[in-house]
């Protein structure tokens, strides 16, 4: 991990990897809540098919251009700042769209959202203007 401390850790892609493939985010950065990966695709490769059997997954495209294929015969593209949530069963497939390497993060999780449980500690505030 490049940074860390009480309760937080921080890196980058680069420090998980080169080249094509996975980048096991949870596990440079000590996440245990819920699944996540950053997957570099090259230009003109795709995935197979998959699914899970309980696990939801949401996709993110951080750089280049996806195209997701999915098992009813849907597809969507995406370019950077784009974003997919997919239910656990429902088959999708990922295609590289674009000319150079497309970045994704896929983050998954199962039982659903836990709420709105954040809270400011004494004396914070929740939103202030820094630059004057």
């Known amino acids: 991990m490049s940074d860390q401390g009480q309760g937080w850790a921080a890196t ?3 420090e998980m990897g080169e080249g094509p493939g996975f980048r096991k985010v949870r596990k ?3 996440v245990e809540a819920f699944g996540v990966n950053a997957i570099v695709l090259p230009a003109g490769f795709e995935t197979g098919f998959h699914f899970h059997d309980v696990q939801d997954e949401l996709y993110f495209v951080h750089a280049g251009r996806i195209e997701m294929t999915f098992g009813d015969g849907g597809s969507v ?3 950077p700042g784009g974003c997919a949530h997919v239910a656990a069963a429902a088959h999708r497939k990922v295609r590289n769209a674009g ?3 497309a970045v994704y993060l ?3 999780g199962k039982d659903g959202y836990v709420g709105r ?3 400011e ?3 914070e505030e929740k939103v202030r203007r820094i630059d004057g």
Request: aromatic residues 0%; charged residues 35%.
């Open 106 to 108: 896929v983050v998954g």
């Open 99 to 101: 000319d150079g390497d």
């Open 121 to 123: 500690p004494e004396g």
């Open 117 to 119: 449980d954040g809270r």
């Open 77 to 79: 593209e995406l370019g």
């Open 12 to 14: 980058h892609l680069d």
């Open 28 to 30: 440079a950065v000590g």
